[in-house]
């Protein structure tokens, strides 16, 4: 028989944070703070452009490039990063689809000396038409993906909605628009990738280590029982860390395993807010109609989300969005229809 005793469970009782004590003392070691021997540091050349075709990559000839290690997509055995769908290179190839796209990484002991190498490497891109808004998009004037642009859609009904609301004796509408949502962590991205005798080991701030280990064996074609994923000390991620750590550890260990050596990619505030994913803009149009006694009818919701380049976690996200667009609320009948 189950006890009724809450003093020798857990409800009503106010458990210690494990992680508590060492980051009100100050003692938590972020990724930033952990001392890898040897370990040097990365940067990544990225597009200056939102799309385009890479017609070549120069290096200058008159910079000293015998210290820095550097990887571009012909590096890369598998050029996809594995998350719902594997639509995302690792590295640019022959095309950009988004500005701020990584497309070379480079890596070096003298970090000042990393910095000027970023800016000695240009990229000759043929820069094409590019879809700024879901406007653009759909329109489809310049097709990117497939016949309409779309990523992935979602319907939900219940009964006949629209007939409702054409019945009903108060019918109210309106259209939301949302934009990009900046997590805005206290701790950037960062990632530090390492090989030994027994395979890959990569350490960062993350919220999924099985997606980063995933993505790993797929961009390196290597078995999962020789990657090992921790994920550190986290320093906030609000979903801004789900699937991007997953970018940041392909790069990281392609870096060491050319490199022979540990490689570190801490992201500074800038390049964080520049260069990683948001939360979706929207664009939310709602109808709903009732009774005058404030009895619910019927509603009709229609999502429009902007995915951006890549699926990454798009239909997660426009899931949540269709499967929560109705609220805590007995409607008798609604039609919720969404797209991205």
């Not at 820095?68 to 769908?85: F, G, H, L, R």
């Not at 640019?92 to 990584?102: I, N, T």
């Not at 779309?150 to 909605?161: E, P, W």
Request: proline content about 6%.
């Amino acid at each position: 028989m189950q006890s009724n005793d809450r003093s020798k469970g857990w409800i009503g009782r106010s458990p210690a944070r494990p992680d508590g004590p060492a980051k009100v003392a100050g003692t938590a070691q972020y990724i930033a703070d952990m001392v890898f021997p040897d370990a040097i540091d990365a940067a990544v050349v990225r597009s200056p452009v939102p799309r385009g075709r890479i017609l070549g990559i120069d290096f200058d000839p008159t910079f000293d490039w015998s210290d820095v290690t550097i990887v571009t997509a012909k590096d890369v055995p598998c050029n996809e990063i594995a998350e719902i769908k594997c639509d995302q290179p690792a590295l640019a190839d022959d095309q950009v689809r988004h500005v701020y796209e990584p497309i070379v990484l480079l890596a070096c002991a003298d970090k000042p000396k990393l910095l000027r190498a970023v800016q000695r490497v240009h990229v000759r891109i043929e820069e094409l038409p590019a879809l700024l808004t879901v406007d653009d998009s759909l329109s489809c004037k310049h097709l990117v993906l497939g016949e309409d642009n779309v990523m992935c859609s979602y319907r939900v009904v219940l009964g006949d909605a629209k007939a409702e609301i054409e019945r009903a004796e108060v019918v109210v509408r309106g259209t939301y628009e949302v934009g990009h949502q900046e997590q805005m962590y206290i701790e950037p991205q960062g990632c530090v990738g390492y090989w030994d005798d027994s395979g890959l080991h990569v350490v960062g701030s993350m919220q999924c280590p099985y997606y980063v280990e995933k993505a790993l064996a797929h961009a390196l074609r290597m078995e999962p029982s020789r990657i090992d994923v921790t994920q550190s000390v986290t320093g906030g991620a609000f979903g801004g860390k789900e699937e991007y750590p997953s970018v940041m550890a392909v790069h990281v260990a392609l870096l060491s395993q050319k490199a022979g050596r540990p490689v570190r990619m801490i992201y500074d505030r800038k390049e964080d807010v520049e260069a990683t994913t948001k939360r979706h803009p929207a664009r939310v149009s709602i109808e709903a109609g009732c009774d005058r006694d404030g009895t619910l009818r019927g509603i009709h919701i229609d999502v429009l989300m902007d995915a951006g380049a890549y699926v990454t976690m798009t239909p997660v996200v426009l899931s949540r969005g269709v499967l929560h667009a109705c609220g805590a609320y007995r409607w008798a009948t609604a039609l919720v229809e969404s797209k991205a």
